[in-house]
């Protein structure tokens, strides 16, 4: 399943450590070529030397010692994903903040593969503010993040920040490498999920119907497709994929601040946010009191995010929306134009089983060259792999 694939696995100095010797045996056994880097503090839990006949290569522990072998960017750069399993708190500290102070460390930095952590701790440290932090800034990032699961713990306690089961690992490491799927492996997917509001008063505000399901069906398929996805949603009260952290936002001002601050690291942009295209000109700091008269409220335009966005970088991939009631295709043309998008999705929301907060959609794909796709009614999920699919031809088309 994973011939000619190359993980690279990284471990860390918890007591779960021993438990990697069998994910090392079974990513082998998969086909995988696995090069094991362990951490100074690693060595006292796991054993070198088994080690080193599980995966059939010298297991690598220095800087001087990854460069008798090959220099430790060229390691960096031939592995297809890294696997850091176990993770410690500390590791994840120096992770969010990009220290680099041995080979793992520096493999991490000067790595453009997929980075996927399972952290494995007691509870008391799993839960503190400070590894929480750090962990969202990891997910930001796009780092995917396999548990910690909740069981007894090495302390005795019974709690969150128990390994992950090792099957569980390589069944998720199997699927980011398979080729069973297209893949996205390297890909940076930015995606805007749910709607905005726009406050009136303290207790109202204009928002627009959105679920974010759509969105969020998106972000799963592209990370499971091995893609690094960076969601930024709207309010919403549906779950959060599994492994996946979402940059919350309110307003539309809010959501356009963390569009421009990712977006030129991305290599696919998709906007599926229902942003508010206006707001109350003056928010009243009270509520506002029924007065027996009709009111009025002056509303202005916010910024369009998807017209307004920096420049991405070359080869980037930009996908929007468009929510219509009427004259569907023109419309979403005239949007396709108007914000210089490579592909544009239509949606004619009064339509049966399409629009807001239904599980299905029916699409119409217009890319900016190339035929039209109808996707007739199918699962969010559904239409969110025909939606990538084109994305990738259009990547293919542009090489
Ligand atoms: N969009 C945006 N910022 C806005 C409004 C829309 O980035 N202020 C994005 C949406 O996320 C979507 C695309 O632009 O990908 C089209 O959104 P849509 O609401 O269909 O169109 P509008 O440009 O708002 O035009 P109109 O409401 O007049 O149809």
């Not at 006292?44 to 290569?57: D, E």
């Not at 398979?178 to 893949?183: A, F, G, K, V």
């Not at 008269?293 to 307004?308: C, G, P, Y």
């Amino acid at each position: 399943m994973l011939a000619g694939k190359k993980v690279l696995l990284g471990i860390t100095g918890s007591i779960s450590a021993y438990k990697s010797l069998q994910i090392v045996r079974d990513l082998t056994q998969a086909g995988a070529q696995v090069q094991v880097v362990l951490t100074k503090a690693a060595e006292r839990f796991v054993p070198f030397l088994t080690l080193q006949i599980f995966s059939g290569r010298p297991v690598l522990r220095d800087l001087s010692e990854a460069n008798q072998e090959m220099a430790h960017v060229t390691l960096a750069g031939e592995s297809d994903l890294v696997l850091i399993a176990p993770i410690t708190a500390h590791f994840i500290s120096k992770m969010a903040m990009g220290l680099n102070d041995d080979l793992l460390s520096s493999l991490i930095l000067s790595t453009s593969s997929p980075v996927v952590i399972v952290p494995a701790m007691d509870i008391g440290m799993w839960e503190h503010p400070a590894v929480q932090a750090n962990v969202d800034r990891l997910r930001r990032r796009g780092v995917q993040i396999i548990g910690p699961e909740t069981g007894l713990l090495a302390s005795g306690k019974v709690g969150l920040g128990r390994f992950s089961d090792e099957k569980k690992i390589v069944t998720q490491v199997i699927s980011l490498l398979s080729e069973d799927h297209p893949s996205l492996l390297g890909e940076v997917v930015l995606i805007t999920a749910g709607p905005t509001e726009e406050a009136i008063d303290p207790v109202r505000y204009i928002s627009n119907r959105s679920s974010g399901k759509m969105g969020y069906a998106l972000a799963e398929i592209a990370q499971k497709w091995g893609a690094r996805v960076i969601l930024i949603s709207g309010p919403t009260s549906i779950p959060v994929p599994e492994g996946l952290s979402t940059i919350s936002v309110n307003t539309a001002d809010e959501m356009k601040k963390a569009v421009d601050q990712y977006l030129p690291g991305a290599s696919i942009v998709i906007m599926a946010a229902a942003v508010s295209d206006y707001r109350p000109k003056i928010v009243s700091s009270k509520k506002i009191k029924k007065s027996g008269a009709n009111q009025s409220i002056e509303l202005e335009e916010t910024a369009d995010i998807l017209a307004e966005r920096p420049n991405g970088k070359p080869g980037q991939v930009v996908i929007g929306f468009a929510a219509e009631t009427e004259d569907l295709i023109q419309n979403a043309r005239k949007k396709l134009k108007k914000k210089r998008l490579d592909l544009i999705v239509a949606n004619d929301v009064t339509a049966e089983g399409a629009g807001f907060d239904v599980d299905t959609n029916r699409v119409q794909l217009i890319p900016a060259h190339g035929k039209t796709i109808s996707c007739p009614k199918m699962s969010k999920h559904r239409i969110s792999v025909c939606i990538l699919k084109e994305v990738l031809r259009i990547k293919a088309e542009a090489c």
